[in-house]
């Protein structure tokens, strides 16, 4: 089993930039496919981007790509989400997920951070 403790949310402009990280409480980050997603208020969680460790192998949301970047440190038992270029659509709380489908269409795994919040004033 893996515990998944976010970290990095909180308020910023329209344009700006925000980086989540995503660390083990207990457990080994890269012995699993590693995800983002996000739920914002009145809507359900959606993916937003994923990552293995040994394939190389990374997806995004259409709606982040280009914008986003996942990206995994095994020495440090971490996986970051780079945000840039936010918007008020981005506007959720974004979980960490271990276990998603590496190949689309993504699902989630089995274990989940508590979450983080990030709000994009327009």
């Known amino acids: 089993q893996v515990q998944l403790v976010e970290s990095g949310g909180g308020l910023v402009q329209a344009g700006g930039s925000l980086r989540l990280s995503c660390a083990a409480s207990r457990g080994t980050l890269s012995k699993y496919n590693m995800g983002w997603f996000r739920q914002a208020p009145g809507r359900e969680r959606e993916f937003v981007a994923v990552?293995?460790?040994?394939?190389?192998?990374?997806y995004y949301a259409a709606s982040v790509k280009g914008r986003f970047t996942i990206s995994g440190d095994n020495a440090k038992n971490t996986v970051d989400l780079q945000m840039n270029s936010l918007n008020a659509e981005d506007t959720a709380v974004y979980y960490c997920n271990a276990g998603p489908t590496i190949t689309p269409p993504i699902e989630s795994g089995t274990f989940w951070g508590q979450g983080t919040q990030v709000t994009v004033s327009s």
């Open positions: 990552m293995d460790w040994s394939g190389g192998r990374i």
